[in-house]
């Protein structure tokens, strides 16, 4: 599992704790990349503005999407991922505390790979940050263009 990068979409200071505190505890020992508004997930991922010098063929394993973000919110960064032809198969999950259906239906409808509701009891936020990792980095299967060598 060390050596896939997830990317962390979050833009509040405890919940990237808690994720890097859940990741840890369940020796999940990744490289996370924290980007804390849309428009840094985007340059990450695009290899542009302060990531321009980053390889883009080295896309994250995952991506750990937030909605409610500054700058460009979740679903637009969801949105422009799938339109890009470098991107549209990465896996999103979009990890949020929003309870609104749309959000949801809109998700999905974007492709996201997955929705999950962030529990606000840290041993059961640790609980589905270590099922999203064991799947995500250990028994997923990602499309042929994606496999790192």
């Known amino acids: 599992m060390d050596n896939k990068i ?11 704790e808690l994720t890097l505190r859940s990741l840890k505890k369940n020796n999940i020992f990744n490289e996370v990349v924290v980007a804390r ?47 890009d032809e470098r991107t549209k198969y990465l896996p999103v999950v ?15 409808e ?10 606000v009891d840290f041993v059961q936020f640790s609980e589905a940050v270590r099922q999203l990792g064991m799947y995500w980095l250990l028994l997923n299967e990602p499309p042929p263009s994606m496999k790192r060598a």
């Open 110 to 119: 974007l492709g996201a790979n997955s929705y999950v509701r962030k529990p």
């Open 6 to 16: 997830i990317l962390l979409v979050e833009d509040t200071a405890d919940d990237v």
């Open 37 to 83: 508004d849309g428009a840094e997930a985007l340059d990450y991922l695009f290899a542009t503005g302060a990531y321009a010098g980053r390889d883009p063929d080295s896309e994250p394993a995952v991506v750990l999407l937030d909605l409610k973000l500054p700058k460009i919110d979740g679903l637009e960064v969801l949105r422009r991922l799938r339109a």
């Open 94 to 108: 979009v990890v949020t505390s929003s309870k609104e259906e749309l959000d949801m239906v809109t998700s999905y």
